[in-house]
């Protein structure tokens, strides 16, 4: 993947045809609030540059999965994209909070 093609929190799609949503994971989420197409196959990425703890994992119950986040590393999660809707998620403590906005 092509980090220069993405601009964050915009949808991005690569030649599988997947939306790839950039999130910033340093003081928080950058963005906190994103927006895909439904039915439209996407992964959130998120990369995290900030070594406190309280961000080194993340989670969703809204859209089921829980995600180490290893320091400088892109990690991909798939979302389902079936349903429509807004989502949460937020950290391993759930003190920052971020949205997934499905339509
Ligand atoms: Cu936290």
Redesign the pocket.
């Known amino acids: 993947m092509n980090l220069k093609n993405f601009f964050n929190g915009k949808s991005n799609q690569n030649t599988n045809g997947e939306q790839l949503i950039k999130i910033d994971v340093n003081r928080g989420y950058e963005p906190s609030e994103v927006t895909i197409k439904q039915g439209v196959p996407a992964k959130l990425v998120f990369h995290r540059t900030n070594d406190a703890m309280?961000?080194s994992k993340v989670q969703s119950q809204d859209l089921a999965f829980d995600e180490a986040l290893p320091l400088n590393q892109d990690v991909e999660i798939p979302i389902n994209t079936d349903q429509s809707g807004e989502f949460n998620f937020a950290?391993?403590?759930?003190?920052?909070h971020g949205k997934v906005v499905i339509n």
């Open positions: 309280c961000l950290c391993g403590m759930n003190m920052f």
